[in-house]
């Protein structure tokens, strides 16, 4: 299935109600599809991916790096940073409350394959290493893709349906309300993030590279002046109408 430009981002997040983690999950559908196409990204999207502050990476490439790869290497990065949280932390809350799930004394066939697809996924994620080559940092991507999605499958079960009362039980008592605030925090957190980096980055542009990039400077200014935390997000998105 192929993803080519933001309608999706934008669709998918006011149709969530978990609308950073939708946020991740297109983004990461995206890269996925343009990524491959860069080779070096790859590697310096790991590089930004583990380190705390990306404007620190902001100079160790080499200075004539095409526009497009530095953008997509710093999305990439930002991307990775919260999916390699989002694994790490998630698998932790997925795996225990599955403990506590296998310890009904009665489970229909619909919870027992929800548990089963519950445990396989958090094992998956827990177990996923990133290589500092970023070899497999596609595979990061279509493993956050994958835990949102089974999210997401479970806010839209039908609230009173004894499927949903019970995986929120389980859920919520092993920290899921947490972990989704978090999560959003993170995301609005890095989206700031890009967006300082992003800007220290533009301004060793030279004259013809900024008439070159024009769109992308504009994109960058209106992202720069929205102050509303949900339209800012949604702006986010329109990065991928330019790349």
Do not use: C, H
């Not at 981002?9 to 990524?35: D, G, N, P």
């Not at 949102?148 to 008592?173: F, I, W």
């Amino acid at each position: 299935e192929t993803f080519n430009n933001a309608d999706l981002f934008r669709i998918q997040i006011f149709a969530s109600e978990m609308k950073q983690i939708t946020i991740v999950v297109v983004s990461a559908l995206l890269l996925v599809q343009v990524v491959n196409a860069f080779p070096l990204v790859k590697r310096e999207a790991v590089e930004v991916a583990v380190k705390k502050d990306i404007s620190d990476f902001i100079d160790s490439s080499a200075e004539d790096d095409p526009a497009i790869e530095k953008v997509l290497f710093f999305l990439a990065g930002t991307v990775g940073k919260i999916s390699l949280w989002g694994l790490e932390n998630g698998s932790v809350m997925i795996k225990n409350a599955v403990k506590d799930l296998e310890k009904l004394p009665e489970k229909d066939e619909l919870l027992q394959a929800n548990i089963t697809r519950m445990s396989k996924i958090a094992e998956e994620a827990a177990s996923f290493k990133l290589d500092e080559d970023g070899s497999n940092i596609m595979q990061l991507f279509e493993n956050i893709i994958q835990f949102a999605r089974m999210l997401n499958d479970y806010e839209d079960m039908d609230d009173d349906s004894n499927l949903k009362l019970t995986l929120k039980v389980a859920l919520e008592n092993n920290g899921y309300e947490k972990y989704q605030g978090e999560f959003e925090e993170r995301v609005v957190d890095a989206v700031e993030e890009f967006d300082t980096a992003f800007g220290e980055y533009v301004k060793g542009w030279s004259p013809e590279e900024k008439k070159k990039q024009a769109k992308l400077l504009d994109w960058y200014e209106e992202l720069t002046n929205e102050t509303d935390e949900e339209e800012k997000l949604d702006k986010f998105g329109d990065i991928f109408d330019l790349l």
